[in-house]
């Protein structure tokens, strides 16, 4: 289901639920890219319980760092 638009005045009568339906802005700077660094790897390696994290090595970790 799509966030609505456009949100009904009944749901902003009060300053507590103001602030929980308050609009929230995040730039993309502010966002955190897990990054995971396993020694004795030669080339990243997928973590399993994480679908498109890799665990990196030192040399991985610079280059995806740089390409992140």
Request: hydrophobic fraction near 40%; charged fraction near 30%.
């Amino acid at each position: 289901m799509p966030y609505p638009e456009i949100r009904p005045r009944r749901l902003r009568r009060t300053p507590a639920v103001r602030r929980l339906v308050s609009e929230t802005r995040v730039a993309p700077a502010e966002l955190v890219l897990p990054m995971f660094v396993k020694e004795g790897l030669t080339e990243p390696r997928p973590i399993a319980s994480l679908p498109g994290v890799l665990q990196h090595s030192r040399d991985s970790l610079r280059k995806a760092a740089v390409e992140a």
